[in-house]
């Protein structure tokens, strides 16, 4: 099964910037309601993925909110970032990967965020292939 099957493109994602302040990935995360949202650069470079912690880290330590409008994304993001897969990635990796995390980032060959694949649709796409086994189990 290819990846593509499952991708929700990047246009229908909510994406933040790098250069973003501190306070717009906030109101973001606030306005859509997600907890951790992938972040790419100018170019669409995949750069990580920023949560919920992540910026109440840095609120906790800049509680100005004047101070919010001049950190950028970038630096509340923590370096161990979720690890995209290429388009070409095969199921068993994006398994292992939705086991710690929400959604995996997916990337092209150059490294260009192009969506995401959810922890849900994966979770559904080994029910079915599950619930087809246990079928076939009982035909035979």
């Known amino acids: 099964m290819n990846v593509l099957f ?5 246009q229908e994602v909510c994406v933040l910037h790098k250069n973003y302040t501190l306070r717009q990935g906030i109101e973001k995360l606030r306005q859509y309601g997600f907890t951790a949202v992938p972040v790419i650069d100018e170019e669409g470079q995949y750069c990580g993925t920023i949560t919920e912690g992540d910026l109440l880290r840095q609120v906790l330590a800049h509680e100005s909110k004047a101070e919010w409008e001049q950190i950028p994304l ?15 990635a095969d199921m068993e990796e994006l398994l292992q990967l939705a086991m710690s995390q929400n959604f995996v980032p997916v990337v092209d060959d ?8 959810t922890r849900q649709d994966i979770m559904r796409y ?9 079928m076939k189990k009982g035909e035979g």
Do not use: C, D, Q, S
Request: net charge positive; glycine share 6%; aromatic share 10%.
């Open 6 to 10: 499952f991708l929700k493109p990047k």
């Open 110 to 117: 150059r490294g260009m965020f192009i969506g995401i694949v």
């Open 126 to 134: 080994f029910a079915k292939e599950y619930h087809a086994l246990e």
């Open 74 to 88: 970038r630096e509340a993001m923590r370096t161990n970032m979720k690890k995209p897969v290429n388009v070409m």
